[in-house]
């Protein structure tokens, strides 16, 4: 079936370091990817995605590597701020093109 | 530019009660999705609605759940007779009729079921 996982439930690092925040997903199929960010109380933000025909792509100061020989995908955020703390998703757009599936997300803090 | 937005943020029902959740999703955005988030946990699929249409409601419970996407007005998901396994936070997302994988998401509506 379809189902997307992350590597590490949390991840702490320092102000201005760079964050990595791993993601596997098992459907091979599997054409569109999401990463959103959600604040305590808040609901899922969108930050980058990327589709199947490309292995990386950039957005302001975050950017997604895609490895589809070995169903992973992740997110690098540079400099990382106290204000990227949250947790992060991976998501993948379901076969059907109607939905999307959700890992169980890390959580990233950010000290300064 | 108003986001898609949901209410109530917070609902409290009993056992047995209905709930109703309203979603108005981003202007210019005729596709409506929800999910559901049980602490620590992913969000998890139920519904995705166009106007007047239910498209795919594999991750709707059998029983007792329901939703739409009426010509006008908001999108409603309706949970009757309440239980408190439904507890959990639901969230509406919206995409452009021309767009539909890169869905945006409102705030959410808790829900607490006593």
Redesign the interface.
Known sequence: GES?GLHLPTLSVQEGDNSIINCAYSNSASD?F?W?KQESG?????II?IRSNMDKRQGQRVTVLLNKTVKHLSLQIAATQPGDSAVY?C?E??Q??????????TTLSVSS | NAGVMQNPRHLVRRRGQEARLRCSPMKGHSHVYWYRQLPEEGLKFMVYLQKENIIDESGMPKERFSAEFPKEGPSILRIQQVVRGDSAAYFCASSPAASQETQYFGPGTRLLVL
């Open positions: 997307v569109y999401i959103y808040k609901g899922p933000q969108f995605d998703f998501a757009l379901n059907a093109g109607t939905a999307l599936i959700f890992g169980k997300g």
